[in-house]
């Protein structure tokens, strides 16, 4: 039984040395020895990583027989949200005013610090901001919602004002906010002085804009403040003339024309204007037609109508002259 004993323990004793013995053939040892990675797959010699498989997007192309397309604004570009892609671009990275487009990152900042949609807020004095028509008064009570709503559909500078006192933040801080905000969104070339966009100051390019407006889209509030052509709005505290009960009401219009448009054959997600001497004509919106949601910038237009035909050509040339990926 010892000789039996003896005879195994030499038989794996010699196993041991033929497999791991100087002169074993390396790929053998590396085989045994070799640490186990759950991200590759070991074939032959060859080390083949899970995490290289990557789908290849398929981006829009112009057809052959395709035209090009001529902006008569300043800037302008157009972008494939889907892909990231720019279908069009003309000097989008040249700093601009945009005036009231600057309204959409103050709506921003202060859905972050909002009070509460039913909120009374009594209008001050200090609110006032000339450039449009006034929808509230000093002394006049009314809906923090109602602040917002006419920020956005009518543009209201004076109610951007009155949002800002409303959200709790002095005027500097708030406006500091902004600036962080177009810096955490990649607005490189953004910078704000004040929240109305009645400075010229305040600037940025059709490519961080087109950031803005695919940020503040996301949002739903937004979306149905920019798409309400009309809202009617109530102050608390004033009746109505001759009556003893109820509420004055105000209606108030969007100032964005393509809202009427009979002739856009694209779905609006939503959109803002903006108008100063020096910034020009300007609209910023985001489409969709079938699945391609396409964003819009137009800056420094020569007139009103100007913006939004500018608009309506470039999404109808991009329909005309790209052809588009199934997925």
Not at 82 to 91: A, C
Not at 114 to 140: A, C, H, Q, S, V
Not at 228 to 237: F, G
Request: hydrophobic share 40%; with cysteine.
């Amino acid at each position: 039984m010892t000789g039996f004993f003896t005879a195994i323990l030499a038989l794996a004793l010699g196993f041991f040395n033929f497999m791991f013995a100087d002169g074993t053939p390396t790929q053998l040892k590396q085989y045994f020895f070799r640490p186990f990675n759950r991200a590759e797959k070991v074939l032959g010699q060859k080390t083949i990583s899970q995490d290289c498989d990557q789908q290849v997007t398929i981006l829009p192309k112009l057809k052959d027989n395709s035209q090009d397309f001529s902006l008569s604004a300043s800037s302008g570009l157009a972008l494939d949200l889907k892909r990231n892609f720019y279908l069009f671009e003309k000097d989008a990275d040249e700093q601009l005013p945009i005036a009231s487009i600057s309204k959409l990152m103050a709506v921003l900042v202060f859905l972050d610090n909002n009070p509460g949609w039913n909120k009374i807020y009594t209008i001050r004095e200090g609110d006032k901001r000339e450039g449009n028509r006034l929808n509230f008064f000093p002394g006049e009570e009314v809906y923090v919602r109602d602040l917002f709503y006419s920020a956005l559909v009518a543009s209201d500078n004076s109610a951007i004002i009155s949002l800002v006192n409303a959200s709790g933040l002095s005027e500097v801080d708030f406006v500091a906010t902004m600036n962080k905000k177009a810096e955490v969104l990649g607005m490189d070339n953004t910078n704000f002085v004040e929240p109305t966009g009645l400075s010229d100051y305040n600037v940025s390019t059709a490519r961080d804009v087109a950031r803005l407006i695919q940020e503040s889209m996301k949002d739903l509030d937004i979306r149905r403040a920019v798409l309400a052509d009309k809202y009617e709005l109530e102050i608390l505290n004033v009746k109505p003339k001759g009556k003893k009960s109820g509420r004055v009401s105000r209606v108030i219009k969007n100032t964005d024309q393509l809202l009427r448009s009979k002739d856009l054959s694209i779905k609006i997600i939503g959109g803002k204007t903006g108008f100063l001497n020096k910034a020009g004509y300007c609209f910023a919106g985001s489409f969709q037609k079938d699945d391609q949601q396409i964003v819009t910038v137009v800056l420094g237009a020569s007139d009103q109508e100007a913006r939004f035909n500018e608009t309506e050509r470039l999404l109808d040339w991009i329909f005309e002259n790209y052809t588009f990926p199934d997925k």
